[in-house]
């Protein structure tokens, strides 16, 4: 029987993912782990816009309000 995950719980899953990837390997390229969580969590084009916009402010440090 298949589970229908909600799209928004695919993308934090994802950003999930990415933290602990990053925490594991500080040198990972982030692109490389946004591209490979598009594909592991079946991300549509604007979770990985999102992605892409959201780590490209935190290396600026910028902060989300």
Do not use: H
Not at 16 to 40: F, Q, Y
Not at 47 to 54: C, M, N, S
């Amino acid at each position: 029987m298949t589970t229908v995950v909600p799209q928004s719980e695919l993308a934090r899953r994802a950003m999930d993912w990415i933290v602990k990837e990053l925490s594991a390997n500080p040198d990972a390229k982030t692109c490389g782990l946004i591209e490979e969580a598009a594909i592991r969590f079946d991300l549509g084009p604007l979770d990985v816009e999102f992605l892409q916009r959201f780590y490209a402010g935190a290396a600026k440090g910028e902060r989300l309000s």
